[in-house]
């Protein structure tokens, strides 16, 4: 804007300035002509060659401004008057001929200098002045065109002006129309300021107020101060601002209401949330507490019966085709009943728990089955219930591996557990059925294995066996040993052997042992150790071992009917049957058969007599005033603790078969028994040796100091009526004297 003005007021300025400067200069050359024109027309000075009047006239030239050289000169040219500035040395002489170059004569003439004398410009103006005809005299060349004939050139005016003079005669003005247009550019630039300020300011507040309104501040009011329009915009602006405050304070709230009423509900949902999360917790908590006891045994922590079977199965389908062997071994614990019903179930829950414990321990000890098997074999032991466990070893080279984890089995039950103060020994007898082998589904594995089993406990219990086919061809599967027995008792299947018991010095039969046999119906008379075990586990023991000793006392009596003078008879009696029952049993037997108690002994394990040495203290006393006789059978493979031993009320000790076979093995066998004897006389009591079936043996014992000998060396168990026949002879006296002969 203010460019804008000063470039008009320049434009103004300089038109001005030359429209003046055109002026003064064009004043001179117009005074020029109308003096030759008054000239001509009035006073003829020229022609009349009027000296006087043209000083005056050249002197009236010479004030114009700029006129440096006034002159009138003839009609040639010639210079008739002639007026010079005073400065007229500094100057070029006036040049009437270039003046007049390329002008026709009765026209004017001006020729500018263009070249510079010195500083100054010059113009020359030449003026011709002419006469009418008539009034001719002594006139110039004729005029020429449509007056030709009437005018008459005279002479010239010749007036030289300086330019620059003139130029400078109008600076004076310049300069005031230069300041002129000065001033009016500072006015211009000022109101253009005053307004700009008036419009901008008002622009700058409504841009701030922009930028804080979108910042979302809408508490500063516009203020800004322009009057009139301005100030109608601002208070509609501002009326504005209020209103968009309010609504935006309402908002506000409702946002809060809003954000508090969403944080409530994220609170509910997550509080939700957590709930569900709680609650699929103990829903997977339950799945696998359901799961754990669906597949584990709760007492021992071990896989149960139910996965075990799972687990068998996918192992038999997944190396099928493969050339692995599994094995399944089948532990059963021996005599574990006798525990349970003695100590009670805490106790046999204890001993379950340890047992489970010492099995894992033993297979997780990898070295062993990596020696044994020559790499690594995974394995997994699981208890199906009651004593019975099964360890399945999924991947061994040779049927060869699965006896030597079952040796190690063995090994890691035969250190004595301690369960509530008692120093306890329970073995186990293990079956082994090899897959694919003997037989390659769960069901007819386990059968097998359990046949297995059975086995090795007939095979005298704390041992392994392999299954084999003839093991099923026996008929001995446990089940169905199961069933036959408890009929066998109904039927009377189960008869009473008599083995005598020959007193070493004279050979008098001084006692028998009543031992079990099972007259089966199509495998005929079958051994105490395979049916025994599966008795006492069945419970059975306990009818079993009150018909023993009720048929014992019946057999007394009937050899004294018969006027025979029988031994006394002992009986075997089971760990089981050991309580105030069987106390009240003898009781009554020996009342009712009218026999005399002494004539009835009792064969107790010591096993059986420590399981519960207390309690069997004051069984073995209530026995013992009843007036029966009592005897620690398999005396030496237990452990017995000799303090207890020394307060049992006892009669008779029964060194056991094993020592008497062992005894010429070394001399450590042999002082064995002779430390078993020594410790039998200070205790008191009669010693008699077991399975005694040598000369050799006999003569050992007889020497060692041993008082009784059973064996098959002088009779194997034999039926009632051979046994009957055998106490009216005196074999024994006669064989006991050969015996000596060939000693000596
Ligand atoms: P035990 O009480 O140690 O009986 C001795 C076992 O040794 C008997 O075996 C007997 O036949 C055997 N024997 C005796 N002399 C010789 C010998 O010179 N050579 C050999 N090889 N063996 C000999 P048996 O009759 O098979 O009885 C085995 C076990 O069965 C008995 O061991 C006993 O613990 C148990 N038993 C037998 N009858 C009964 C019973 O009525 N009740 C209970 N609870 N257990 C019984
Ligand atoms: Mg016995
Ligand atoms: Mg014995």
């Known amino acids: 804007m203010v460019a804008l003005a000063m470039a008009g007021a320049l434009a103004a300025a300089a038109a001005m300035i030359w429209r003046e400067y055109r002026g003064a200069r064009d004043g001179v050359f117009a005074h020029a002509l ?234 509910q949902l997550s509080r939700r949330n957590e709930e569900l999360n709680k609650a699929v917790q103990q829903v997977t908590k339950s799945k696998e507490q359901l799961h754990q006891l669906a597949y584990y045994d709760s007492l021992t922590a071990l896989p149960n019966r139910r996965l075990f079977i799972e687990q068998l199965d996918v192992l038999l389908r997944l190396t099928r085709r493969e050339q692995r062997i599994v094995a399944l071994l089948f532990v059963d614990l021996d005599n574990f009943k006798r525990i349970n019903d003695s100590l009670g179930h805490a106790a046999g829950d204890v001993m379950l728990k340890e047992v489970a414990g010492r099995l894992s321990r033993c297979l997780r000890s990898s070295d062993f089955l990596a020696v044994g098997s020559g790499g690594d074999v995974p394995s997994s032991v699981s208890r199906l219930g009651g004593d019975e466990f099964t360890v399945v070893l999924s991947n061994i080279d040779r049927p060869e591996s699965a006896g030597m984890v079952a040796e190690r089995l063995l090994q890691s039950l035969r250190a004595p557990m301690l369960i509530e103060g008692h120093e306890l020994v329970v073995t186990p007898s293990i079956g082994i059925a090899l897959a694919p082998d003997h037989a390659d589904s769960v069901s007819e594995l386990l059968k097998l294995a359990d ?31 199961e069933a036959e027995l408890r009929r066998a008792l109904e039927r009377r299947e189960l008869v009473l052997h008599y083995q005598p018991q020959v007193k070493v010095a004279t050979g008098e039969i001084v006692g028998a042992e009543a031992l079990v046999r099972w007259n089966h119906p199509e495998r005929g008379l079958v051994p105490p150790g395979q049916f025994i075990p599966l008795a006492e586990e069945m419970g059975l023991i306990i009818e079993l071992g009150a018909w023993a000793v009720v048929e014992a006392c019946g057999q007394i009596r009937a050899f004294q009917r018969q006027g025979l003078t029988p031994p006394k008879i002992s009986v075997n009696v089971s760990s089981l049957q050991f309580n105030a029952a069987f106390t009240a049993l003898v009781q009554k037997t020996i009342a009712d058969f009218g026999i005399d108690p002494g004539m009835l002994e009792l064969e107790l394990t010591e096993g059986v007599l420590m399981s519960n040495a207390e309690a069997s203290i004051r069984s073995l006393h209530d026995l013992k005033r009843l007036g029966v006789s009592l005897s620690v059978d398999d005396f030496g493979t237990g452990y017995s603790s000799l303090s207890y031993l020394s307060e049992f009320p006892l009669d008779e000790l029964k060194i056991d078969r094993s020592f008497v076979i062992a005894f010429d093995s070394g001399p450590r066998s042999a002082s064995l028994v002779s430390a078993i004897i020594a410790m039998g006389k200070s205790l008191n009591l009669r010693l008699v040796a077991e399975g005694v079936d040598s000369g050799a043996q006999y003569r050992f014992l007889h020497e060692a100091g041993v008082d009784v000998i059973q064996g098959f060396l002088f009779s194997k168990p034999v039926p009632a009526e051979d046994f009957a026949r055998l106490l009216g002879s005196n074999r024994f006296a006669e064989q006991i004297r050969t015996l000596e002969q060939e000693a000596a």
């Open 34 to 267: 109308l003096l030759a024109e008054a000239d001509a027309r009035t006073d003829r000075a020229v022609q009349e060659r009027d000296i006087a009047l043209i000083s005056e006239r050249l002197a009236r030239f010479m004030a114009l401004p700029g006129v440096k050289y006034a002159a009138v000169r003839d009609a040639d040219g010639r210079e008739i008057v002639a007026r010079r500035g005073e400065d007229a040395d500094g100057y070029p002489e006036a040049d009437f001929g270039r003046a007049r170059r390329g002008v026709a004569p009765f026209d004017q003439g001006i020729a500018t200098d263009e070249r510079r004398a010195g500083l100054e410009r010059f113009s020359d103006l030449t003026v011709p002045v002419f006469v009418t005809a008539d009034m001719q005299r002594g006139a110039g060349p004729r005029a020429s065109g449509g007056e030709a004939g009437s005018r008459y050139l005279v002479g010239y005016y010749h007036l030289r002006v300086s330019l620059d003079e003139v130029w400078r005669s109008v600076q004076g003005y310049a300069l005031r129309v230069a300041l002129a247009c000065a001033l009016f550019v500072a006015l211009t630039a000022l109101l253009t300021l005053r307004v700009t300020r008036r419009i901008s300011a008002p622009l700058r507040a409504l841009e701030q107020l922009v930028e804080r309104v979108s910042a979302g501040n809408l508490e500063q009011k516009l203020i800004v101060k322009g009057g009139g329009e301005v100030d109608r915009i601002t208070s509609t602006i501002n009326a504005l601002i209020s209103e968009l405050h309010t609504y935006k304070l309402q908002t506000d709230t409702s946002n809060v209401l809003l954000s508090r009423k969403v944080d409530e509900r994220t609170e």
């Open 451 to 481: 046949t297995a089993m059975y086995h090795a406990k007939s095979a005298g219990r704390n041992n392994y066996a392999y299954y084999s086919p003839e093991m099923s061809g026996s008929g001995v599967g446990r089940l169905k040993l």
